[in-house]
């Protein structure tokens, strides 16, 4: 340390004179010591006040540049010695290094500048001022196609850089997506892919770049699928496979680049992974089993993507992925549902599965989780019954296939994202009127769907309740499934939905509620009453907001409570009349005709 002392001062005198032998020297000694004990001899320097020098010694002619841009590439490997590096103007004439012929003197310098970027927004921002990005970015696009050692080491420290210079700072790796250094790192890939540090690089900086949105459309525009995919098929190592896939899993949200997944072969690659790893127990084969079945699930979100892999339900894949819901590994239930439920997209898909027992299979994979299950099977099958349930044809074939039954068993679940499942599903199985009178009488489901009306915490759960009771009546026209949905305190839930910011469940709560009037207006009479039902209908009818259908169905409900004394003497204290006559002129002629109708009934009644 005392010999460095000595240099540091020897330095000073010869940084001035510049008698390169001398300084070479000194240079030497200041590397050596970094290389011996990094952290202590980066203090001294600093310590020393010799940094602003190094600045004037970046000079492209002079021998001894390379040297200096590497102690200062040393030197910034410390967190502590990247602002002062900066402060002591070491960027911008590293900068100007850019653009030397020197291979030793690019290297040199391509590391000082990624180290200084390291974690540093003030040394980022600095290289950002000095346009040290797009020099690096030329650099990639001229020297990508060379393929000897020292031109790939270069390669390897420019995507470094970069990489450090932008990562996660959106700003920054949009500023290299707009350079177009994408479609360069997917040509670096492919020409360089038997190199495993540059490979690396590429890869991460993929990773990062590619969580940005505005990455997508360039990645898609490049062959970086099949580059992917080729260099998958090559690893045999967990490491690397792990990284490709930390690339792949933001890229596949592009439906594109999924398209473009699929017919590079990844599926294939998927599945085998799968079949290697499904009986494994080790830690890291389970995450790999779980990262290849849900990037699997992943590919099948995008329509061209899934009806390529469905292939009329003939296809491999599509039969593979069924071959999981019996199995007795979680994770491939989990994903063989979440498949199917993403197959299940359109009604000819749909259609076919149901005709082919997928049903079976989806309702045994539910007995196996129903005391103490996995929620996120159950959740999953309960998405790929109520998606299949969608085609009018599905329906009667489900629902004598048990489907109901094997969901009610879910009834007593806890977990919120199950609860919203089961009634999805059932609501989309009752469109037929025995269906719709067989379960609006059972007590159970009817008194839970109370319960479930009032989950302020989870507002779907709460909103597939209140349609699902809707539902109920709409659908069975049934008096006494209008007399279980009372008992279980229903109506209040009914009129609250009516007030709704959605005119989808304003409306089915306004046809529900003329249909109890219409059949049980004396049993629900004091239930109407007391959740002021009149008001909130003088206050639909007089709101200019609210759609056309919301007023035609209001005004058909006021004519049937009309029947009721009490509810008859709140339709007269309200003034009903001045709000109907004023709809006599609305556009709409539904609206217009019922507002006549009403209120020749509201004169007669007066």
């Not at 000194?26 to 990094?38: G, H, S, V």
């Not at 017919?263 to 084969?285: M, N, P, R, T, Y």
């Not at 059972?442 to 989950?455: D, G, I, Q, S, Y």
């Amino acid at each position: 340390m005392d010999n460095l002392s000595d240099t540091l001062k020897k330095l000073k005198i010869t940084a001035v004179d510049r008698t390169d032998d001398s300084l070479e020297g000194c240079l030497d000694c200041l590397l050596q010591a970094l290389a011996q004990n990094n952290t202590e001899t980066s203090e001294k320097i600093q310590g020393s006040g010799i940094l602003h020098l190094f600045s004037s010694l970046l000079i492209p002619q002079s021998s001894c540049t390379a040297k200096v841009a590497n102690i200062i590439a040393e030197l910034a490997k410390n967190e502590f010695m990247r602002i002062p590096c900066v402060d002591a103007g070491l960027i911008s004439p590293l900068v100007q290094l850019l653009n030397s012929k020197d291979q030793e003197v690019l290297l040199q310098t391509g590391r000082a500048l990624g180290n200084i970027c390291y974690d540093s927004h003030e040394g980022r921002s600095a290289v950002d001022q000095a346009g040290g990005a797009q020099i690096v970015v030329d650099h990639l696009r001229s020297l990508c196609s060379i393929t000897d050692p020292a031109n790939e080491k270069l390669l390897t420290v420019f995507c470094g850089m970069l990489m450090n210079y932008s990562n996660e700072n959106d700003s920054l790796q949009a500023q290299l997506i707009n350079m177009g250094v994408i479609p360069t790192l997917v040509k670096l890939l492919g020409i360089h892919c038997q190199n495993a540090a540059l490979t690396e690089m590429c890869l991460v900086a993929f990773g990062n770049l590619a969580e940005l949105e505005s990455s997508k459309e360039q990645f898609a525009s490049t062959n970086i699928a099949e580059e992917l995919v080729k260099l998958f098929k090559k690893q045999i190592e967990h490491d690397k496979r792990e990284m490709i896939f930390e690339v792949l899993a933001p890229l596949a949200e592009n439906d594109a680049i999924k398209l473009q997944l699929v017919e590079a072969g990844l599926v294939e690659c998927l599945l085998e992974i799968v079949q290697q790893k499904v009986d494994s127990d080790k830690e890291e084969d389970i995450a790999e089993l779980k990262t290849a079945s849900d990037l699997m699930v992943l590919l099948l979100l995008g329509d061209e993507s899934m009806q390529k892999l469905f292939e009329g339900g003939k296809g491999n894949v599509f039969q593979r992925v069924l071959s999981w819901i019996p199995s007795n590994n979680h994770q491939l239930q989990l994903a063989g549902a979440l498949a199917i439920a993403n197959f299940a997209r359109n009604d000819g898909n749909c259609i076919h599965m149901v005709d082919n027992g997928i049903v079976e299979k989806l309702m045994d994979l539910l007995d196996r989780h129903v005391e103490d299950g996995n929620v996120t099977v159950q959740h999953a099958a309960l998405s790929a019954l109520r998606n299949l349930a969608i085609p009018v044809v599905n329906k009667a074939k489900m629902l004598s296939a048990g489907v109901t039954e094997a969901v009610l068993k879910f009834l007593k679940s806890e977990m919120p994202p199950v609860q919203f499942k089961l009634l999805g599903t059932l609501r989309m199985l009752i469109d037929a009127q025995e269906a719709a009178e067989q379960l609006g009488k059972n007590v159970k489901l009817v008194e839970r769907l109370v319960e479930w009306c009032e989950a302020k915490d989870h507002a779907g759960v709460m909103g597939e309740s209140n349609r699902l009771l809707s539902a109920l009546i709409r659908h069975s026209k049934s008096k006494d499934v209008i007399k279980t949905i009372v008992q279980s305190g229903g109506i209040k839930h009914l009129v609250t939905m009516a007030t709704s910011e959605h005119v989808i469940m304003q409306n089915e709560a306004l046809v529900a509620l003329a249909l109890i009037a219409a059949l049980e207006l004396g049993t629900a009479e004091k239930d109407l009453e007391s959740a002021k039902l009149v008001q909130i209908l003088h206050r639909l009818l007089a709101d200019e907001r609210s759609a056309p259908e919301i007023k035609y169905n209001s005004m058909v409900l006021i004519c049937a409570l009309m029947g009721s004394e009490s509810l008859h003497k709140e339709v007269q204290d309200l003034a009903f009349l001045d709000v109907v006559s004023k709809l006599r002129g609305h556009e709409n002629k539904s609206v217009a005709q019922q507002a006549s109708l009403t209120e020749q009934r509201l004169a007669v009644e007066s």
